[in-house]
């Protein structure tokens, strides 16, 4: 692995991915022994997680996490340095997990361009002649494999090398991003199902599935290894939950108006999959008032197999509406808001400088 | 919740389950702030878990668990006794995300005489008339509420009150136990696909999805908590797989000969299951060997929908085998070695005599 004092400068680049993938590298060689004795099969599906782990993210949760320990004065050239790195990297098993599960749950077959761990393993069902349904049994195993996940993030943390009474007061924000995250899954597909369209309820599901879980408690998790003050916890809760959710915000902007050749996501799936973006609600909202034949259209077309001439005219009715532009608005505002509590807080300079390139980064990113 | 010192002396009796509930209604207390804060999509989640956990079972794991740290020297009456049943009463939780996510891996639609997790969710949906497919749906929500139940799991040993050392001998062994009951289900589920009908197979999944899960590693939990010798973890490991294993061998026979009225089960639903048992692979063992005919008719009759007649001459065949003296056996011959480890071990003359106890309720039961 990387030293630790390498990674130092660097978090939220590639060698700090590189640093994070060596950490779960070790980790997955840790638990081999235990892997092997249960036999082939359960190899099978420890490699499958592995690969799945592995195979690329931009490991921003670690980064976060990373960044927050440094900016509350951690000290990279410090002895403890790499027992911080691994229990960082555990967040990338957590979100293995919300992955793995989340790809049933949207019923995916395709991330980053390779089959998900439920097709993948429905393939393989299909391809030995196995006894059974072989959809039933590839989601039977990606549940297992995503518990899997969820289970070794903890051992991993654990088996980080920090000191448990660091690991005490690392558990309770463990805790909350973990409750936090599900929490949100659920608030996203009980939304979905009860055709919940208000701005409120997409905000909730931003706020809780992303923001909390990406950006704000990975940061309070650093904080908490290096007993920051609460004063600076705060400022990088503020931060973490404007800079959130203005990043999903900028992800539902791409889901509707990204470029496939960037984003690798068909043009305008967002509309074709019925996502309840704050996007949609915002526009459904200002139609309803000004425009009811747009909101019918709006309606009527979204979670429906669209056509590119169909894509198109709901992007110029969300454009016309006003509500790209209150989107980019509210990135704008949350950004600005963001920084400030950062820049006003007790934080590092360096790091400081880390979360504005990272702030930016997130909210202003075309992919 | 009762004192521990009255628990102390009736771990595996009805008293010990009621300490046992009232450490995870506490716990569940303690949920609520942030339960509630998700939001009332998120309340209905959280108590259709906590109803689900306090609904019914026999606390199997806390009770190996306390009975493995009072039989290594823990002291019922210590300022840390609550701290261990709290600790203790988490594998329930384990428990509560294993048996959630195997429904749904079953397409079970009852448990314990209730709808399973996804069938109540998949009720709801229909009778609010939402958007979707009620079933994916309730296979959605199920899977994300066993994972809380698996997350809430480690915070609940993180809020027990244990001292963060104690906690970090038990995270090796949490660590272990939850691999293998992961590993011991997806053996499982290859199996059944695969079609593996050996015996050494059906043993494999006996080990690890329950006799690691059910009764060794949680008298291991119970003599980290305690700190114990190794000889004496040696012991309990021995005792925990012989009589696991034992404890299976008697639930494979109850799922074929049980009685309805006692088991709660339709008589003979494991041969309808095609539930691949160390019974029925020494069954087929054995006919493949002297009765290629009754061979054949175990291989077209498992896993169908067999009528009461049907389930009569099955039995009758397993018998005529001589599969289910076989069994009965091995569980005799387990019991006795089991026994004789503890026995030998330095647990104190009460474990002992709890131990020995609970190994004949487990392995000489009707239900």
């Known amino acids: 692995?990387?030293?630790?004092?390498?990674?130092?400068?660097?978090?939220?680049?590639?060698?700090?991915?590189?640093?994070?993938?060596?950490?779960?590298?070790?980790?997955?060689?840790?638990?081999?022994?235990?892997?092997?004795?249960?036999?082939?099969?359960?190899?099978?599906?420890?490699?499958?997680?592995?690969?799945?782990?592995?195979?690329?993210?931009?490991?921003?949760?670690?980064?976060?996490?990373?960044?927050?320990?440094?900016?509350?004065?951690?000290?990279?050239?410090?002895?403890?340095?790499?027992?911080?790195?691994?229990?960082?990297?555990?967040?990338?098993?957590v979100q293995a997990c919300a992955l793995i599960h989340d790809d049933i749950i949207d019923s995916s077959r395709t991330r980053r361009r390779f089959p998900t761990v439920h097709v993948d393993f429905e393939q393989r069902h299909r391809?030995?002649?196995?006894?059974?349904?072989?959809?039933?049994?590839?989601?039977?195993?990606?549940?297992?494999?995503?518990?899997?996940?969820?289970?070794?993030?903890?051992?991993?943390?654990?088996?980080?090398?920090?000191?448990?009474?660091?690991?005490?007061?690392?558990?309770?924000?463990w805790s909350q991003m973990r409750t936090e995250v599900l929490g949100g899954q659920l608030l996203d597909i009980y939304g979905e199902a009860g055709g919940d369209e208000s701005v409120e309820a997409a905000m909730r599901i931003n706020r809780y599935k992303t923001a909390a879980y990406t950006v704000e408690r990975p940061l309070h998790l650093g904080a908490a290894i290096a007993d920051a003050d609460p004063a600076l916890i705060a400022a990088y809760r503020t931060f973490g939950t404007d800079i959130g959710i203005a990043f999903q915000l900028r992800d539902d902007l791409l889901g509707v108006f990204g470029d496939p050749a960037v984003t690798g996501k068909p043009s305008g799936d967002d509309l074709r999959e019925g996502k309840r973006t704050v996007l949609l609600a915002d526009a459904l909202q200002r139609a309803d008032l000004t425009d009811p034949a747009a909101a019918a259209l709006l309606r009527a077309s979204i979670g429906t197999d669209l056509d590119a001439d169909q894509v198109e005219r709901i992007r110029a009715l969300l454009t016309d509406l006003g509500a790209v532009d209150e989107v980019e608005r509210r990135i704008t505002e949350l950004t600005e808001q963001g920084l400030a509590a950062i820049e006003a807080s007790s934080a590092t300079a360096s790091a400081k400088e880390q979360l504005r390139a990272m702030a930016l980064a997130a909210t202003r990113r075309a992919a």
């Open 1 to 93: 692995m990387s030293t630790p004092t390498a990674i130092a400068r660097s978090s939220g680049t590639a060698a700090f991915a590189t640093a994070v993938e060596s950490a779960l590298t070790q980790f997955f060689a840790t638990r081999r022994a235990t892997v092997q004795q249960l036999g082939p099969v359960f190899v099978e599906a420890a490699d499958e997680l592995e690969l799945f782990v592995l195979r690329g993210g931009k490991r921003t949760r670690p980064s976060f996490a990373w960044t927050g320990w440094v900016g509350a004065g951690g000290d990279p050239n410090a002895a403890d340095a790499t027992a911080v790195l691994n229990a960082c990297a555990a967040l990338e098993l």
């Open 127 to 173: 391809n030995r002649g196995w006894i059974g349904d072989p959809e039933h049994y590839g989601t039977s195993v990606a549940i297992l494999v995503g518990d899997l996940a969820l289970a070794w993030a903890d051992d991993m943390v654990h088996a980080s090398g920090l000191d448990p009474a660091v690991i005490a007061r690392f558990a309770p924000v």
